[in-house]
């Protein structure tokens, strides 16, 4: 079966240090997976895409298809990155679905 | 353009009554989502429509929930005889339907059943 998991429901990190959310999945066939993250009193909102292997906010995760992982990563903390981080696979059938981990909240300690 | 709308933001109900829960997805995104949001069970899948058609509806709790969408574009959740189990936020997220295409999130209704 389909499925997201990120190991960490809590991760505390101190200012500049490095950070790292652990997201691994499990689907059979090609992955589209991504981060979003959930600021404050914000919506929820993509973070980044292993498609474009961009870097946002510092950010990067790239894809281990060996390893089934998609972990994200940051050198050096900033307190701004506290938030709810969801790792998300997009399952490529006849029709379009999303599916989330169950997510990490990042505290960044000043 | 406005980006995707959710109505009440809030809804305290009481055991055992229906509630509907409104999303109005991102004018021309053909793809809209319902999730669920609890803490400690992250975001629950519930039914996934594309136009008009509900291709995955296996998310669904129960049969308590169901879900429309006309006209492609207004969708409404709703919960018949409400159980404490069903507080939640509910989040909808619309897309288009293109490659790699990221999901646009409401704010969310919070739902509290006493």
């Known amino acids: 079966a389909q499925r997201v998991t990120q190991p960490e429901k809590l991760l505390s990190v101190f200012k500049g240090a490095p950070v790292e959310l652990k997201c691994n999945y499990s689907?059979?066939?090609?992955?589209?997976l991504f981060w979003y993250v959930q600021y404050s009193r914000q919506r929820l909102q993509l973070l980044l895409r292993h498609i474009s292997r961009e870097s946002i906010k510092g950010f990067t995760a790239d894809l281990n298809k060996g390893e089934t992982s998609f972990h994200l990563k940051k050198p050096f903390a900033q307190e701004e990155d506290s938030a709810m981080y969801y790792c998300a696979l997009r399952l490529k059938t006849s029709y379009d679905k999303v599916i989330f981990g169950p997510g990490t909240s990042l505290s960044v300690i000043p | 353009g406005a980006g995707v709308s959710q109505s009440p933001s809030n809804k305290v109900t009481e055991k055992g009554k229906d509630v509907e829960l409104r999303c109005d997805p991102i004018?021309?995104?053909?793809?809209l989502y319902w999730y669920r949001q609890s803490l400690g069970q992250g975001l629950e899948f519930l039914i996934y429509f594309q136009g008009n058609s509900a291709p995955d509806k296996s998310g669904l709790p129960s049969d308590r929930f169901s879900a429309e969408r006309t006209g492609g574009s207004v969708s409404t959740l709703t919960i018949q005889r409400t159980q404490q189990e069903d507080s939640a936020v509910y989040l909808c997220?619309?897309?288009?339907?293109?490659?790699?295409?990221?999901?646009?999130f409401g704010s969310g209704t919070q739902l509290s059943v006493l």
């Open positions: 689907y059979s066939g090609s992955p589209e």
């Open positions: 997220a619309s897309s288009s339907y293109v490659l790699n295409e990221k999901l646009f």
């Open positions: 004018s021309g995104h053909t793809a």
